[in-house]
């Protein structure tokens, strides 16, 4: 708008009022009239801090105005493959690429707190980049339970930054990373502050801007901001949002686009969450809490996308499948003599008591369900022999059951696809291994 603004009249505007206003919306064509709501917003803040600029005819106007929203939801609804929410096979694919990236040091304990966050909670950027480390609480319940709860700041209020929040319950392995990652953030304030206060302490953004931080602890006025809890020091949500989006795109994980590398922004986790609500049967006031809205009108385009599974999986299927799910990490080996960890007979997966499919090279053991959950695993070596196509059966004949148990819930009936998946594209690498051995032969 402002550069409308200034491109019409030809000079520089010392205060918008509300001719300019009504002019810009006038220039927009109908289907153009949600481009009204960004400025506004901005200028309604402008106000509210009572900064100078703003007219009182266009306060006036701001007020009274009604703007028609944008039409929302047609990437969600239409299951968009670069804009729509994520198919369960891609989270998984995401989700097991973000614990073990993090499991070898690849990323940095930030990165893994602000995607776990935006991945897992639905939260828009803005909102996280507006937390505090004093945000975070644990305590006991009435029942004495340990709670952990994040109390998350609102946006598209109108009372000001941080003036409402909503409680987040994380679980205890989450609130682990992301308190872990804010007592590192405590401490590297110190460093540039010396010991500080607690209440100082807990004012301190989640997620800091070093950069600012750093320029502003070498000042005593830059130094009363830190102490008063600045929001410029906080990260920027488009900051924190290129976190997400460059490491989904590092992970270099499929799409569902033949040949493309998946992508995703926070807004693609978002729809997500909400897809992955509707389709547990949540009530739509419950899921819109879930994403913060203060309506439920929002929900009507991710009810249109439910149910996206496959009624019915077949070896052709799963085999088409594995193309655009990375759902098989580990490495086929010849057999157990070539395993990492070959002189232990305890590290060998079984199908049966006397049917070994694969070896793990995981030392210390595992709480998973063998031989269901290895094929998923990226500590799994299959061996290039066993009968993976009988268990690939059974898979396939177990979902058959379910889907009588059940009477077609396809929740349930879909709990192994990705398992599936997987096996079929071992059987796939072991039969191509074996044809280039019967060629070279």
Request: one cysteine or more; glycine letters at 6%.
């Amino acid at each position: 708008m402002f550069r409308w603004l200034w491109k019409k009249n030809g000079n520089r505007i010392e205060e918008v009022n509300a001719s300019h206003l009504m002019a810009y919306r006038a220039s927009l064509e109908e289907h153009q009239d949600y481009f009204m709501i960004f400025p506004l917003a901005m200028l309604s803040v402008c106000l509210d801090r009572k900064y100078l600029g703003v007219s009182r005819d266009a306060a006036i106007y701001i007020d009274s105005v009604s703007i028609r929203p944008n039409e929302k939801g047609f990437a969600a609804a239409t299951l968009c493959p670069v804009n729509g929410p994520l198919t369960e096979f891609e989270r998984a694919d995401v989700m097991d690429a973000l614990f073990g990236s993090f499991e070898k040091g690849t990323i940095s304990l930030m990165v893994f707190s602000i995607c776990l966050l935006v991945m897992f909670t639905g939260r828009r950027p803005s909102q996280l980049a507006d937390l505090k480390i004093g945000d975070l609480e644990e305590r006991e319940s009435q029942f004495g339970q340990t709670e952990y709860i994040l109390h998350c700041p609102r946006r598209k209020q109108r009372d000001g930054w941080r003036a409402q929040r909503k409680e987040i319950k994380l679980n205890k392995e989450f609130w682990a990373a992301i308190s872990e990652h804010a007592r590192k953030e405590v401490e590297t304030a110190v460093l540039h502050l010396g010991d500080i206060p607690k209440e100082v302490r807990l004012n301190l953004p989640l997620f800091i801007d070093w950069d600012k931080f750093v320029e502003d602890s070498r000042t005593p006025d830059g130094r009363l901001r830190i102490y008063e809890g600045d929001e410029l020091l906080h990260m920027k949500s488009n900051e924190l949002a290129s976190v997400v989006a460059e490491f989904v795109w590092n992970a270099d994980l499929p799409s569902r686009i033949p040949g493309k590398r998946l992508s995703a922004t926070p807004v693609r986790f978002r729809r997500t969450v909400a897809t992955e609500a509707v389709r547990e049967n949540l009530p739509p006031m419950v899921v819109s809490e879930i994403l913060d809205h203060e309506k439920t009108s929002s929900l009507k385009m991710y009810v249109a996308n439910v149910p996206a599974y496959f009624d019915r999986i077949t070896y052709a299927i799963a085999d088409q499948l594995s193309e655009f799910v990375q759902a098989f990490k580990g490495e086929v080996i010849d057999g157990h003599g070539a395993a990492k960890r070959a002189g232990e007979p305890e590290s060998i997966v079984r199908m049966s008591p006397k049917t070994g499919c694969g070896s793990c090279s995981k030392e210390g053991g595992c709480y998973e369900r063998p031989p269901y959950a290895c094929y998923t695993c990226p500590q799994f070596q299959p061996w290039l022999e066993a009968p993976h196509d009988k268990l690939l059966e059974e898979l396939l004949v177990e979902r058959e059951l379910l889907k009588q148990k059940t009477g077609g819930d396809m929740r349930i009936i879909s709990i192994r696809d990705r398992t599936i998946v997987a096996v079929t594209e071992v059987i796939r690498i072991c039969n191509e291994r074996k044809r280039l051995r019967s060629d070279g032969d």
